[in-house]
């Protein structure tokens, strides 16, 4: 158990901060720089020098960071850490030629996680996902995403959800939830979607809602899973419940899902490997941020690279993130998946860490709280022992995290 110093109003001084602040130029980079943490926001972020006077300083611990990096804590902006079970009889089989939807038709893929997954109790939930949540949080992940996915039932939907609200009560980090019922349709719904969106999406959807477990509701748009009409439907609903909107769409083809998406002002598009110029368009429009998720690329041996030539001339936020899944990306490294941003999606090393903090916070729609360390944010930061920002990305299975602060409160490792 991570042990939390009790909340300081504290000064950290001779730091090289990389801000992310939208208002200065690339990384935001303070050379000799302070913050001031009060009542675990940010008081004063900038130059040593322009620190203020000194009565904002009174009982306020001073920590010289020597010199040394901080960024924003990092986000984690689309997982699915919460699940029962694991998938490596698939990997297996994977690596014997079959591809992930053919997998997935023959009874495989999300729905073989689903009975691992209602198997469980809640806190059977919470106890399976912490080795996950864990790992990511000692890489200076402050701020993650979960998604439910694999209960496919109502109860089972909410147990996930109930799951991943505890996971950010009895850890320091923020968890920010999302309904993805329209994941997968259940083995007892073969080949009727219109039916379980009706008996199950919509009535979870408002039932999450009542118990506040939800912050956005997803889905899965493809061929193998929900088409755009079915989609359409599952976002009217949670419009109607005044809830955001984010998808998984254009990951195995290009159904026009982001197009939808972009329609309903969705926080992210996510995976978008078959995105076109028409979808590029329709998110540039809409402000929605392009989430890239290379584990998955990776993992399911996927060659067709997202657009990312298209998605910067556009404008469009590129964020990245683990979608750490038992099937396509169990990957939990943000660290690793800012490597793997750069190395296959030729993201620079800026992008790779906008993406994993400013860009990835506005997936979640907390740009106002957090993902960059600018005055009256949560202090949420991280300190690195590297000698330059682009080592955190030119990394490969490594970490030089010193400690972090999360709302205030520093972190020990
Ligand atoms: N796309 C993915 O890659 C994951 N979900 C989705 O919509 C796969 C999740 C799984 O295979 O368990
Ligand atoms: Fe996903």
């Known amino acids: 158990m991570d042990q939390i110093f009790s909340r300081p109003n504290a000064l950290y001084k001779n ?17 000799r720089g302070a913050l001031l943490v009060r009542d675990g926001r940010i008081a004063f972020v900038g130059e040593e020098g322009d620190l203020p006077s000194s009565e ?7 920590y010289d960071l020597e010199g040394r990096w901080v960024t924003p804590g990092l986000v984690d902006c689309h997982t699915h850490i919460v699940h029962g079970g694991n998938r490596a009889r698939e990997f297996e089989m994977r690596l014997a030629g079959a591809s992930y939807e053919e997998i997935a038709r023959a009874g495989g893929g999300i729905v073989s996680t689903v ?31 979960v998604k439910s996915g694999y209960g496919l039932t109502i109860e089972g939907e909410l147990n996930m959800l ?15 939830t999302s309904y993805l019922a329209a994941h997968a349709t259940p083995a007892a719904y073969k080949g009727r979607n219109a039916d379980y969106i009706a008996d199950v999406v919509l009535p979870g959807m408002a039932q999450a809602k ?26 009217r609903h949670a419009r109607d419940l005044g809830l955001p909107v984010k998808l998984h769409a254009e990951q195995l083809s290009n159904l026009g899902g982001a197009k939808l998406a972009a329609s309903f002002g969705a926080l992210s598009v996510d995976h978008v490997e078959y ?11 809409s402000g929605t941020v392009a989430v890239l998720l290379p584990g998955a690329f990776y993992a399911i041996h996927e060659t067709r690279k997202p657009p990312v030539a298209a998605l910067r001339s556009a404008g469009v936020p590129i964020a990245i993130a683990t979608d750490c899944n038992p099937g396509t990306s169990p990957l939990t490294s943000l660290l690793l998946t800012m490597n793997m941003s750069a190395t296959l999606f030729g ?14 916070a506005r997936a979640l729609g907390i740009s106002t709280e957090t993902g960059s360390l600018e005055v009256g944010k949560s202090a949420d930061f991280a300190v690195w022992d590297v000698e330059s920002l682009a080592e955190l990305v030119y990394r490969i299975g490594f970490n030089p995290l010193l400690l972090h602060v999360f709302k205030g409160e520093r972190i020990s490792l």
């Open 115 to 145: 009975s691992q997954t209602n198997a469980l109790t809640v806190e059977q939930l919470v106890e399976a996902s912490l080795p996950r949540l864990d790992t990511l949080i000692a890489e200076g992940v402050t701020t993650i995403e």
């Open 210 to 235: 009542a118990e506040g477990l939800i912050d956005a509701v997803d889905g899965f748009c493809e061929g193998i899973a929900f088409s755009v009409a079915e989609i359409d439907t599952v976002f």
């Open 15 to 31: 730091a090289r901060i990389g801000t992310m602040d939208p208002t200065r130029e690339g990384l935001g980079i303070i050379d």
């Open 347 to 360: 993201l620079t090393v800026e992008e790779c860490l906008i993406g994993a903090t400013r860009n990835a």
């Open 162 to 176: 109930r799951a991943a609200r505890r996971l950010g009560d009895i850890r320091p980090v923020r968890v920010v």
């Open 56 to 62: 904002m300083l009174t009982d306020t611990a001073v």
């Open 275 to 285: 995105l076109d110029d028409e979808g590029v368009a329709a998110l540039q429009a």
